[in-house]
């Protein structure tokens, strides 16, 4: 269990439905053995009352930016400098704009700005909110700053609907904490966790153990993976089986590499790790506007999503009704082509090193090699799927070739499989760029 004995933490709570959870976090903090005082804004006052975390935390808890009870009269300076964490858990839309914009205009946000300390995230709110581009962009400009992000997961959310912005559970921030801060570069490392040091060191030590043809430091590296859902009203949707687990774990083991690495993704719930950059999307039109507004400064592009091939041409605004009147046993969908996404970055003037993947029932071989030149790709790995393969596996087995090569990937667990593929990549994009 994490032991974050003789640790302060600064658990700061924002105006939201999620700030129940705040209540288990701080319980879980506290039976850790961490110190932790509560920092509450006015609107999270809404939903929980500093009475509970005054009582679960033994201190009292701070709302003011100005107290003469404070021993300066400046709590905020006091606060700042006693925390060797400030987490914030749940950060709404409003508190992360306010933060990512630098404004001091209450206690929370002016900790932010005064503290030394690693600021940690775990934002909560609507889907439409998270998924807004303004929301995004704040995000982007606090990972810039260092500011660690605990991305919200997909779920049914408060409102009703299903889709990404539900905070973590306590469970899974306790989690983060103990082992995602690791890549954290802060301005105050002799306050980080020991472990987390020592889990730093062994990161670096990884590092340098690499041959330089397999490290990607100071390589931007895009991503697709999952799903697409292309609706067809507002209600339903046309789909695959794709879990992203192969994309997400590839992630991991490009970043492990030392990549920079963006992931473009579609509906699924995995978490990535904390240095990788996550952006959602839904349909294939959207995950091809992403890729395209990110590819131009990027070295290595990689296709793991499953795209659907096709969309539907006019979905339905309102949800389609059985029709009562008609005795029609059928329904007749138009179905429009999507943009080949991979193929589009593999024909740019000056493409980045561009994967593929090919997901095939049978001739594995040949297919890849014809999909391998037809869409002008670096490298593709192919993959048999059904019978027990492929999608919604946690072991898979790939078919690598490249112009000139190939290699096999024998049957392993997604993350080694992912390991092995990512060094291939790496080995490959430097033999690339030397010829
Ligand atoms: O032609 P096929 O769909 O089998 O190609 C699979 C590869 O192409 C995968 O890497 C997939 O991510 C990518 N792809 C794409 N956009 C599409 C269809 C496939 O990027 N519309």
């Not at 503290?115 to 998270?130: D, G, R």
């Not at 990027?298 to 795209?307: D, E, K, R, S, Y």
Request: glycine share 6%; with cysteine; hydrophobic share 45%.
């Amino acid at each position: 269990m994490l032991n974050l004995t003789g640790k302060n933490i600064v658990l700061g709570i924002t105006g939201g439905i999620a700030a129940y959870k705040a209540i288990i976090l701080l319980r879980q903090l506290k039976a850790a053995g961490a110190e932790v005082q509560v920092v509450i804004t006015d609107a999270a006052q809404a939903f929980v009352t500093p009475l509970t975390l005054q009582v679960l935390s033994n201190h009292p808890v701070h709302n003011n930016l100005f107290t003469p009870q404070a021993q300066s009269g400046i709590d905020h300076i006091e606060l700042a400098n006693w925390a060797n964490i400030l987490l914030i858990a749940p950060a709404s839309a409003d508190f992360i704009a306010r933060i990512a914009n630098g404004l001091a205009n209450d206690l929370l946000a002016t900790l932010c700005l005064a503290t030394t300390a690693p600021i940690i995230l775990a934002p909560a709110m609507n889907q439409n909110m998270w998924l807004h581009p303004a929301t995004q962009s704040n995000i982007q400009i606090l990972k810039i700053r260092q500011v660690q992000i605990l991305e919200p997961e997909m779920g049914i959310q408060a409102c009703g609907t299903v889709g990404p912005g539900r905070m973590l559970e306590p469970e899974a921030i306790m989690a983060a904490l103990a082992s995602n801060v690791t890549k954290n570069t802060t301005q105050d490392t002799n306050r980080l966790y020991s472990n987390l040091d020592s889990n730093l060191d062994n990161l670096n030590s990884n590092l340098d153990n690499l041959r330089p043809e397999q490290s990607l430091t100071n390589t931007k590296v895009l991503m697709t993976a999952g799903p697409t859902r292309e609706p067809i009203d507002p209600i339903r949707y046309i789909s695959n089986r794709s879990s992203g687990r192969m994309g997400y774990s590839l992630a991991q083991a490009l970043e492990e590499l030392g990549a920079q690495v963006s992931l473009i993704s579609g509906p699924c719930a995995l978490s990535v790790p904390l240095s990788v950059e996550r952006l959602w999307v839904e349909t294939a039109l959207d995950m091809e506007q992403a890729v395209q507004t990110r590819i131009s400064d990027c070295q290595i592009f990689i296709a793991t999503a499953a795209v659907a091939d096709y969309r539907v041409a006019n979905p339905s605004v309102q949800k389609i009704k059985k029709s009562l009147q008609s005795s029609e046993d059928t329904l007749t969908l138009n179905l429009i082509k999507n943009p080949d996404i991979l193929a589009q970055v593999a024909s740019r003037p000056n493409p980045p090193f561009t994967v593929g993947f090919a997901a095939e029932t049978q001739d594995v071989e040949a297919y890849a090699k014809a999909k391998l030149d037809s869409k002008k790709l670096s490298m593709i790995a192919a993959n048999l799927v059904g019978a027990g393969q492929g999608f919604e596996v946690t072991e898979n087995a790939l078919l690598v070739l490249w112009p000139g090569g190939q290699r096999n990937l024998v049957k392993q667990p997604k993350l080694s499989l992912a390991r092995n593929l990512a060094r291939l990549i790496a080995e490959r994009y430097h033999a690339q760029i030397k010829s």
